[in-house]
């Protein structure tokens, strides 16, 4: 299987390289590959993903996401880059101002889709999301998991090939947790993605064979 | 509600800024109409010998456009009725060369003086009248209007570009979290602003029709009924077709700009 994201001796700062956060970490994603990221607080967890899709470039070494090196990307690279990606934030990031169906086909709007495209496109998820019935609401009248939901639906739009999630269950109670975690499992399955997850803890009942490394003192670990 | 009042927000300093330009052209155009008709008005009357000749006079100063010799057969005529023919000839004879000199401008105070002076210097030369209180005073009115004009849009202008200012700081709070969750996702700078430029657009465009609206109706349908002899004779003076290109232009700049501004400021920063 080719790889999706290599690291080679990368370094990851804050503070204009200042305050390293992760340092001389080496790994590599392959593409199909579930992979938990986790650690404890501050350990950097959300900014090797933020490097991942662009937010950060990296203070020294090198890093490829899809074949394309984050530290020398140019600005309209990264843009396509990320039309490509599949991002979950703890927060949701929903725009509150649109309604859930159209919040779900952002990156089909950003892709340039027709509208029957959009439509289409935008029933079939919010039915696979099981939030048919809420597709003319807005995000506010929704409840966390739903949001979270949403947000899993945009995220799957455009058939990704790495999904990025970022503590995606991090504000949600167990129930609306494994309803998450469940479509997660599925997009891998059905989109053949490679899908990378920050979190605090690793699900319990979980069925996709995984990978697991922890993030500890500016040092990347694989322990499974 | 909060919509409606937002583009209140942005269509009032707008229209208050081409309020202040359309009146800034319509004041000047009635100034300069003005300033045409005091021109036109005024003349230089100078009483010469018989040697003197209107070229002289007229190469005295770039300014001066036109030398008329004043008919002496006609003053005369109506001041010597009744006297024997002879007697008449002899007075024009005895009489000095009268000439009014128009002016290509109207001039301030001290260039008249100045044209004033060179004409005494001139050989031949009995008596020059320029008529300096009243064009004093002509000219005082005039370079009054004129300036209260500049520190009235002047004032307007930039009291609504600080609105302006204070409606680019709103729209960065609504629509930054909307424009970065875009950028994250890949759209393009254009994609981003687009709504942006929509909403903008339209209050311009909502501020540029109320304008025009409002100076073609005083042109074409109050000016004529005023009974303002000016404004019946010179109605186009309140309202032209080119200031639609001008207040047109003007919008679009501040439209083009403020965007622009905004999502500049609402951009990501690459961090590292």
Do not use: C
Request: aromatic share 8%.
């Amino acid at each position: 299987m080719p790889n999706v994201i290599t690291a080679n001796r990368l370094t990851l700062a804050y503070d204009n390289g200042e305050k390293e956060i992760i340092r001389n970490a080496s790994f590599k994603i392959k593409k199909g590959d579930f992979v938990f990221i986790t650690g404890p607080s501050g350990s950097g967890k959300s900014t090797l993903l933020k490097s991942f899709y662009g937010q950060l470039v990296p203070k020294s070494g090198d890093l490829m996401v899809g074949g394309l090196d984050m530290s020398t990307i140019s600005y309209k690279k990264l843009q396509k880059l990320r039309t490509h990606l599949g991002i979950i934030f703890q927060d949701y990031k929903l725009i509150n101002e649109w309604t859930v169906a159209k919040n779900v086909i952002l990156p089909l709007i950003i892709a340039g889709y027709n509208l029957d495209m959009q439509q289409t496109q935008a029933q079939r998820l919010l039915k696979h999301v099981k939030l048919e019935d809420k597709a003319d609401m807005y995000p506010r009248q929704l409840s966390g998991g739903e949001q979270q939901r949403v947000g899993v639906a945009r995220a799957l739009s455009k058939t990704p090939f790495l999904i990025l999630a970022d503590e995606p269950t991090g504000n949600l109670d167990e129930y609306s947790s494994n309803v998450i975690w469940d479509l997660m499992e599925n997009a891998r399955e059905q989109l053949d993605a490679t899908v990378v997850v920050v979190t605090h803890r690793i699900p319990t009942i979980f069925n996709t064979p995984y990978r697991h490394l922890i993030l500890e003192n500016g040092g990347l670990h694989e322990v499974r | 509600m909060k919509s409606v009042k937002n583009h209140i927000l942005f269509i009032l300093p707008l229209l208050a800024i081409l309020l202040g330009i359309e009146s800034f052209m319509v004041f000047g155009r009635v100034t300069a109409s003005f300033g045409e008709d005091l021109r036109q008005g005024y003349t230089i009357l100078v009483v010469t010998d018989q040697n003197t000749t209107p070229e002289t006079l007229r190469s005295v100063h770039p300014r001066i456009s036109r030398v008329t010799p004043l008919e002496k057969e006609t003053i005369v005529e109506q001041i010597a009725r009744g006297i024997p023919n002879t007697t008449t000839d002899e007075i024009i004879q005895a009489l000095p060369q009268f000439y009014t000199l128009h002016l290509d401008r109207y001039l301030d105070t001290d260039e008249i003086e100045t044209i004033r002076t060179l004409l005494r210097q001139l050989p031949g030369v009995r008596r020059v009248e320029t008529f300096g209180r009243a064009h004093n005073a002509n000219y005082n009115l005039y370079t009054l209007i004129k300036v209260s004009l500049w520190i009235f849009v002047g004032f307007m202008v930039l009291t609504s570009l600080f609105l302006v200012l204070k409606q680019m700081e709103i729209w960065q709070l609504e629509h930054r979290e909307r424009m970065q969750v875009m950028e994250i996702l890949g759209a393009s700078a254009m994609l981003r602003s687009g709504v942006l430029f929509r909403i903008a657009l339209i209050d311009a465009l909502i501020a540029a029709m109320v304008t025009i609206g409002l100076f073609a109706f005083l042109r074409y349908v109050w000016a004529p009924k005023s009974g303002i002899t000016l404004l019946v004779n010179k109605a186009d003076l309140l309202f032209r077709w080119q200031d639609v290109a001008v207040l047109g232009g003007t919008v679009l700049a501040i439209v083009l700009i403020s965007v622009i501004v905004v999502v500049r400021s609402a951009g990501e920063t690459r961090q590292g």
